[in-house]
């Protein structure tokens, strides 16, 4: 069994899409092997590591696609979207990874994990769905579907009506011991995408699928208590922390604790849409054992891992 400490790496959401005239395969291809590149450094350093993703644009794609061929086939269930995009990112990350060990001369192997994600059926987040999916739509489309598909819809911001659903708490990840074996045995583990694929669970532990969107780094700090993680690493679009965020008195945060970390949150530092749940993630995974955690953006991670640079939480 390996020795080297362990860290979960969460992929910002968006990062295999640089903008909007960079959405296609290729694009994305090309956007995983920079991800990926850093990911390599940080193995190359000692970590064995663990690669979540989110998956909004993605599933995005696949439910835009699914409208558009309602007339000719079947759509496609939220939770299959979430399979069918573990799949192509695994396979993405996987590629990008092999090339990069081959290139750097390094004995690693890549293997992602189709991860399911238990909710409570319970969960209050169901009797208010509130997370927007899909394309948008005039009100009587929207309507329409209200009424013969039971969805719940919403009017956003007048740019139209969208499709939501719950956003419910993970209780679970049901691989995560299956993650767990494949890190002691070496491998670099692609998992729980976009928060992993959301299931309950009935009175004989049966799972079923269920139309709903896992926050991904709810359930990536899930998976990093479950695998005693030694680390929680959040990938973003920013190099540091920051309280009162664009503003004049912009302060970043090198390294605080778990009880500043809490103190700042209560105060609304870190806004719902952003900066909020990564941190709400964080906390989670702390007060459960986790001892610390960073948050950088990719092209830093090298030199967070260091100490010059990163936003560094620790309990």
């Given at each position: 069994m390996s020795q080297k400490k362990v860290a979960v790496v969460a992929v910002g959401g968006n990062s295999l899409i640089k903008d909007e005239a960079h959405r296609s395969i290729p694009d994305q291809y090309a956007a995983a092997q920079e991800s990926m590149r850093h990911i390599a450094d940080m193995i190359a350093q000692?970590?064995?590591?663990?690669?979540?993703?989110?998956?909004?644009?993605?599933?995005?794609?696949?439910?835009?696609?699914s409208e558009l061929a309602r007339h000719e086939l079947h759509a496609v269930p939220l939770d299959f979207c979430g399979a069918d995009t573990q799949g192509a990112i695994g396979y993405m990350f996987q590629q990008a990874l092999h090339n990069e060990f081959l290139r750097r001369g390094m004995r690693k192997q890549a293997a992602s994990v189709v991860t399911q994600t238990l909710v409570d059926r319970n969960d209050p987040a169901f009797s208010k769905p509130s997370k927007p999916i899909g394309s948008f739509m005039d009100e009587a489309m929207a309507k329409d579907r209200a009424a013969n598909e039971k969805w719940t819809v919403v009017e956003d911001a007048g740019r139209g009506w969208r499709r939501v659903v719950a956003s419910p708490l993970p209780k679970r990840i049901i691989e995560a011991d299956a993650i767990r074996a494949l890190i002691q045995a070496g491998f670099v583990v692609v998992g729980v995408g976009g928060g992993g694929i959301?299931?309950?669970?009935?009175?004989?532990?049966?799972?079923?699928?269920?139309?709903?969107?896992?926050?991904?780094?709810f359930g990536s700090s899930l998976l990093a208590s479950m695998i005693g993680a030694d680390l929680f690493l959040i990938s973003?679009?920013?190099?540091?922390?920051?309280?009162?965020?664009?503003?004049?008195?912009?302060?970043?945060?090198?390294?605080?604790?778990?009880?500043?970390?809490?103190?700042?949150?209560?105060?609304g530092h870190f806004a719902k849409g952003s900066m909020g749940p990564k941190i709400e993630a964080i906390i989670a995974f702390l007060e459960r054992g986790g001892k610390q955690a960073l948050i950088t953006d990719p092209?830093?991670?090298?030199?967070?891992l260091a100490g010059s640079t990163g936003t560094w939480i620790e309990s």
């Open positions: 000692g970590w064995e590591v663990v690669v979540t993703h989110g998956n909004g644009p993605q599933v995005g794609f696949i439910l835009r696609r959301p299931v309950i669970e009935d009175e004989h532990g049966n799972l079923t699928g269920v139309e709903a969107v896992i926050d991904k780094d973003t679009a920013v190099e540091k922390v920051a309280l009162h965020y664009n503003k004049p008195n912009q302060q970043w945060l090198d390294r605080i604790n778990l009880e500043q970390a809490r103190r700042y949150q209560a105060e092209e830093n991670i090298g030199n967070a």
